[in-house]
């Protein structure tokens, strides 16, 4: 198979003749939503309830300078009615959360809109009797629990902005970004249950808020029952609270450009930024990506694996379906625990229609075998997802034909966490799938392919560049919280007039896009976004290191491994014993995603006579492909890549 004719692979004439939109449907709206962006979300943006609704769409510019995004400006909603609320009449008795605990022994449950609406309302009642007001920022740090999707339902009925940290991130990290959005309240657990392992959630709580101002209080979940220390007037129990609550709660009337949630993400320099999400464009949006691009039916089962603390949880287990009264399945677990045919047998015990995951997910479990998925029956399975990473086309086939028995389509979905929605997916019904290619762009989509010189516009259909977006679309974030100005020199300063995602990607003869990776030093791990330059700093932090440089390495399974660098201090002996310190010290600095793979003792690193460290040879060496270092001669000591290259970890 060559590059120029991939492998495709057509909907079913069945599956067409159900779907939401097939070809020309496709190709009506899309250029409608692009001839007339106004008119398409005016049309569009009814597809929620607003209490008050809104006269005008669009209000968006995207020069460096000036750069504004409004939707819907004069319009007011509340994003919990609408997940809620409005489908009590038609759907009260409906499933709206399946839960699978951690261990298939522990029983799932089956919450009702009804029962979703009592909950969401007494969590409420709880955060206001907590002093949570309009505007404050609520952290949540909790495990995959039913508890998780109350609380941030709970801050959009009052008109609070919550802000998840995942249960992953280390107390530091917690800490930071309790500080960061100056956060009135944390909500937390006793423990997370993980793949038959216990995180202690309140203990990391309680280290991180030593760290933040003492008014801060804390709710805790009960989860496991699990021993924790407690605070009397810090610390409140959310069940015993609840037994209290009133189960009455009226929605805020909110402004659609009020935030709805801040969430932390990495980015090529710095520390993390908050990206801001606010209510009306981001739920509509939510909302229609999730039934057009998963082909979302009324009954359906629909289930997407991700940690409610990613983007991913937010648009895709909570605010999308729920707008649509989909039932969404919430999954404590991991994906080989008890073993690697779990997500099958959670696909076969609850029946699920649309399935979404991540890459790397796919990438493990193919290794285990195909056994683990024989044996289950997934005859309702209709569509499966991808996410998070370029999907390798090995990975992508054996998807469809083990998983999918080559009858359910694929849409390999590239969006990200400012993106607040999908961006480029094929339409299951309207599109014939290629293996590896996120192929086309979602209604209201404007991508281009830009020469990353000279940042002009590639017209021809075939290009390859940077991949930038030229129009606003209602999902996008609006700005970084409390820091505009590193909102609008992260996205629109590097190619003036366009929004640049970071990443790289090809456009072949049919139009279709292919996501080639970041262009910039974010790195890809397990789908988790990491900056470079955060490892870089936690590694520094540490007294026995002087200075680190820190790359991405080809990962059969992470996708990417993070490559390290490490100069030590004057004196200071490298050992495996240092190794494995350094290693523990990310993991508490940042949090076990950030776990180097491999650290390399650096006597020296290859920098420019300015000083600038040549992250391009790194990344080379770390690659093990440095016959093709390129030009070299502005070094200032060339004899350190030669060290570098003889120790270097990652030999074939
Ligand atoms: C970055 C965004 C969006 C939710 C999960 C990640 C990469 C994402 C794809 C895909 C190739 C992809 C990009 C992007 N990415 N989806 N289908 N194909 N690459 O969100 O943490 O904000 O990361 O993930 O590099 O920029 P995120």
Same mark, same amino acid.
């Given at each position: 198979?060559?590059?120029?004719?991939?492998?495709?692979?057509a909907?079913?004439?069945e599956?067409?003749a159900?779907?939401?939109?097939?070809?020309?449907?496709y190709?009506?709206?899309y250029?409608?939503?692009?001839?007339?962006?106004?008119?398409?979300?005016?049309e569009?943006?009814?597809?929620?309830?607003?209490?008050k609704?809104f006269?005008?769409?669009?209000?968006?510019?995207?020069?460096?300078?000036?750069?504004?995004?409004?939707?819907?400006?004069?319009?007011?909603l509340?994003v919990?009615?609408?997940?809620?609320?409005?489908?009590?009449?038609?759907?009260?008795?409906?499933?709206?959360?399946?839960?699978e605990p951690?261990?298939?022994?522990?029983?799932?449950?089956?919450?009702?809109?009804?029962?979703?609406?009592t909950?969401?309302?007494?969590?409420?009642?709880?955060?206001?009797?907590?002093?949570?007001?309009?505007?404050?920022?609520?952290?949540i740090?909790?495990?995959?629990?039913?508890?998780?999707?109350?609380?941030m339902?709970?801050?959009?009925?009052i008109?609070?902005?919550?802000?998840?940290?995942?249960a992953g991130?280390?107390p530091?990290?917690l800490a930071?970004? #309790?500080?960061?959005?100056?956060?009135?309240l944390i909500?937390?657990?006793?423990?997370?249950?993980?793949?038959?392992?216990?995180?202690p959630?309140?203990?990391?709580?309680?280290?991180?808020?030593?760290?933040?101002?003492d008014?801060?209080?804390?709710?805790?979940?009960?989860?496991?029952g699990?021993?924790?220390?407690?605070?009397d007037?810090?610390?409140?129990d959310?069940?015993?609270?609840?037994?209290?609550a009133?189960?009455?709660c009226?929605?805020?009337?909110?402004?659609?450009?009020?935030?709805?949630?801040?969430?932390y993400?990495?980015?090529?320099t710095?520390?993390?930024?908050?990206?801001?999400?606010?209510?009306?464009?981001?739920?509509?949006?939510?909302?229609?990506t999730?039934?057009?691009?998963?082909?979302?039916?009324d009954g359906d089962?629909?289930?997407c694996?991700?940690d409610?603390?990613?983007?991913?949880?937010?648009?895709?287990?909570?605010?999308?379906?729920l707008?649509?009264?989909?039932?969404?399945?919430?999954?404590?677990g991991?994906?080989?625990?008890p *073993?690697?045919?779990?997500?099958?047998a959670?696909?076969e015990?609850?029946?699920v229609?649309?399935?979404?995951?991540?890459?790397?997910?796919?990438?493990?479990?193919?290794?285990?075998g195909?056994?683990?998925?024989?044996?289950?029956?997934?005859?309702?399975?209709?569509?499966?997802g991808?996410?998070?990473?370029?999907i390798?086309?090995?990975?992508?086939n054996?998807?469809?034909?083990?998983?999918?028995?080559?009858?359910c389509?694929?849409?390999d979905?590239?969006?990200?966490?400012?993106?607040?929605?999908?961006?480029?997916?094929p339409?299951?019904?309207?599109?014939?799938?290629?293996?590896g290619?996120?192929?086309?762009?979602?209604?209201g989509?404007?991508?281009?392919?830009?020469d990353?010189?000279?940042?002009?516009? #590639?017209?021809?259909?075939?290009?390859?560049?940077?991949l930038?977006?030229?129009?606003s679309?209602p999902?996008?974030?609006?700005?970084?919280w409390?820091?505009?100005?590193r909102?609008?020199?992260?996205?629109?300063?590097?190619?003036?007039?366009?929004?640049?995602?970071?990443?790289?990607?090809?456009?072949?003869?049919?139009?279709?896009?292919?996501?080639?990776?970041?262009?910039?030093?974010?790195i890809?791990?397990?789908?988790?976004?990491?900056?470079?330059?955060?490892?870089?700093?936690?590694?520094?932090?540490?007294?026995k290191?002087?200075?680190a440089?820190?790359?991405?390495?080809?990962?059969?399974?992470?996708?990417?491994?993070?490559y390290?660098?490490?100069?030590?201090?004057n004196?200071?002996?490298?050992?495996?014993?240092?190794?494995?310190?350094?290693?523990?010290w990310?993991?508490?600095?940042?949090?076990?995603?950030?776990?180097? *793979?491999l650290?390399?003792?650096?006597?020296?690193?290859?920098?420019?006579?300015?000083?600038?460290?040549?992250?391009?040879?790194l990344?080379?060496?770390?690659?093990?492909?440095?016959?093709?270092?390129?030009d070299?001669s502005?070094?200032?000591?060339?004899?350190?890549?030669?060290?570098? #290259?003889?120790?270097?970890?990652?030999?074939a």
């Amino acid at each position: 198979m060559t590059d120029s004719a991939p492998a495709t692979y057509a909907p079913s004439a069945e599956f067409i003749a159900n779907a939401h939109a097939d070809a020309a449907t496709y190709e009506k709206m899309y250029a409608a939503s692009i001839e007339d962006p106004a008119g398409f979300w005016a049309e569009h943006g009814k597809r929620i309830d607003w209490i008050k609704p809104f006269t005008q769409v669009k209000n968006t510019s995207f020069e460096f300078g000036n750069v504004n995004i409004r939707w819907f400006e004069d319009g007011t909603l509340n994003v919990a009615a609408n997940c809620i609320d409005r489908h009590l009449a038609t759907r009260g008795d409906q499933t709206a959360i399946i839960w699978e605990p951690d261990s298939p022994e522990e029983e799932a449950k089956h919450i009702t809109y009804k029962q979703l609406h009592t909950s969401v309302c007494r969590m409420a009642n709880i955060l206001e009797e907590l002093g949570v007001r309009k505007g404050d920022r609520v952290v949540i740090y909790l495990p995959m629990i039913p508890e998780a999707a109350y609380a941030m339902l709970a801050c959009a009925r009052i008109g609070a902005i919550h802000s998840i940290v995942f249960a992953g991130f280390s107390p530091d990290a917690l800490a930071a970004r #309790i500080n960061g959005c100056d956060a009135k309240l944390i909500i937390t657990a006793d423990e997370a249950p993980r793949g038959g392992r216990k995180t202690p959630l309140k203990s990391n709580a309680d280290a991180a808020l030593l760290h933040c101002k003492d008014t801060v209080k804390c709710l805790v979940v009960k989860r496991t029952g699990g021993q924790t220390t407690w605070i009397d007037g810090r610390d409140f129990d959310y069940n015993e609270m609840a037994l209290e609550a009133s189960d009455v709660c009226a929605p805020a009337e909110m402004n659609a450009e009020d935030p709805l949630f801040i969430l932390y993400t990495s980015g090529s320099t710095g520390q993390p930024k908050g990206v801001v999400h606010t209510s009306g464009g981001y739920l509509v949006y939510a909302a229609m990506t999730h039934q057009y691009t998963f082909d979302y039916h009324d009954g359906d089962i629909y289930w997407c694996t991700a940690d409610v603390g990613w983007v991913t949880g937010h648009s895709y287990i909570v605010y999308g379906p729920l707008a649509n009264g989909a039932t969404t399945l919430m999954f404590e677990g991991v994906p080989t625990y008890p *073993d690697a045919g779990r997500f099958w047998a959670v696909c076969e015990k609850h029946k699920v229609n649309q399935f979404y995951t991540a890459p790397t997910a796919i990438r493990a479990l193919m290794g285990q075998g195909t056994e683990f998925v024989e044996k289950y029956d997934l005859s309702s399975l209709k569509l499966l997802g991808t996410v998070g990473e370029p999907i390798n086309p090995e990975a992508w086939n054996w998807y469809n034909d083990v998983v999918g028995k080559g009858r359910c389509p694929i849409v390999d979905t590239w969006w990200q966490t400012e993106t607040g929605g999908h961006m480029l997916t094929p339409l299951p019904g309207a599109h014939a799938t290629k293996p590896g290619s996120a192929q086309k762009p979602f209604f209201g989509v404007h991508p281009v392919v830009l020469d990353a010189q000279t940042g002009e516009e #590639i017209h021809a259909t075939e290009a390859e560049g940077v991949l930038c977006l030229k129009d606003s679309w209602p999902g996008q974030m609006r700005t970084v919280w409390g820091d505009h100005e590193r909102f609008e020199k992260t996205y629109f300063s590097d190619y003036k007039g366009y929004y640049f995602a970071g990443d790289g990607c090809r456009r072949d003869a049919d139009g279709d896009y292919w996501i080639t990776g970041r262009v910039d030093d974010v790195i890809n791990v397990s789908g988790h976004r990491m900056g470079t330059a955060e490892v870089e700093s936690a590694l520094v932090a540490h007294p026995k290191v002087a200075e680190a440089a820190v790359v991405g390495y080809p990962h059969d399974v992470k996708g990417q491994g993070i490559y390290c660098y490490v100069t030590l201090m004057n004196g200071v002996e490298p050992s495996e014993e240092l190794r494995k310190e350094l290693r523990t010290w990310v993991r508490t600095e940042i949090g076990p995603i950030a776990s180097p *793979d491999l650290i390399q003792w650096a006597p020296g690193l290859p920098k420019t006579r300015s000083g600038k460290i040549m992250r391009r040879i790194l990344r080379k060496i770390a690659e093990d492909d440095f016959g093709s270092l390129g030009d070299t001669s502005t070094l200032a000591e060339p004899a350190v890549v030669d060290d570098l #290259i003889a120790n270097r970890m990652n030999k074939a």
